[in-house]
């Protein structure tokens, strides 16, 4: 969890420094949707999946490695809650952008994955992930895509943590 | 080229249906970033790497499953020659969405990879993408992210083609 919190600082400071990534619109939309992105760490790294689905728009859809693409919240739920049992999972953003609208943005980053192998043994994963958000009427910024995948040479043979 | 040719004549008529998938802006600027993709797929297929790479802004990352992040111009060049090396690609774009101030969109599909396995054998890999593409000055969408991942259960082992 210290690591976790450390991870939660960095992004908020972070989105205070992300600045115009599209050159597009202010650096205060970025924040907002950095600031969702951070949000959504802190409950998905706490494995609350209500919580962890209740960032999603109703058009979600999560595109996970080496199963087909989840669409809707009861498919999404479902991803969600195998990634939880896959192992402990924190992400960090390191670039987002806002279109002028002010509707639709983008989180990029890379994530750290702790899991188990097949003999039980503590492996860790890296990869990377690539955000959409929508903005919803109310004006929450909800993911409406999610994509991850590995930078390891073999996705189902990381190698010993 | 003749499954290439249905490709792109199915993308054509999916542009023409693609309706306002975030409810925000007209099909008509969907239509432009499905276009976008098309036209991109047709010199990726053909593996022209110049007008391939000429599809990029120019702070592209693509995001390939098993390497690290590439960005930037150089970067992302070497990965789709990779890429081309690996095998034949066509993708499938089967949704679309623009911001309303139509600087910002997605497009979201399947692929199919034909390629060889380490003993020669033809090998299918199918799997799913998000692009994220980006308008210029002069009004042509451009490739912002590009990320891909297999649906297959481990992408170093596609089932025989």
């Known amino acids: 969890m210290r690591a976790l919190q450390r991870t939660v ?6 989105a205070g420094g992300a600045g115009a990534m599209l050159g597009q619109k202010s650096s205060k939309a970025e924040d907002a949707v950095l600031a969702a992105d951070a949000a959504w760490l802190k409950v998905y790294a706490a494995k609350d999946l209500d919580n962890s689905v209740a960032f999603c728009d109703e058009q979600v859809s999560m595109l996970v490695s080496n199963v087909p693409i989840a669409t809707g919240k009861d498919a999404v739920r479902k991803a969600i809650a195998d990634d939880f049992a896959n192992g402990d999972l924190i992400w960090h953003a390191n670039k987002a952008g806002v ?63």
Chains 1, 2 share one sequence.
Not at 9 to 14: D, F, I, P, V
Not at 106 to 117: A, I, N, Q, R, S
Request: aromatic share 10%; proline share 6%.
């Open 9 to 14: 600082t960095a992004l908020a400071l972070l």
């Open 99 to 161: 279109a002028r609208s002010d509707d639709l943005g983008y989180t990029v980053g890379t994530y750290d994955l702790k899991m188990k192998d097949a003999s039980g043994k503590p492996v860790l994963d890296k990869g990377k992930f690539l955000t959409v958000w929508k903005k919803q009427a109310d004006g929450k910024w909800k993911v409406l895509f999610d994509m991850f995948n590995s930078d390891l040479p073999a996705v189902l043979n990381p190698p010993a943590a």
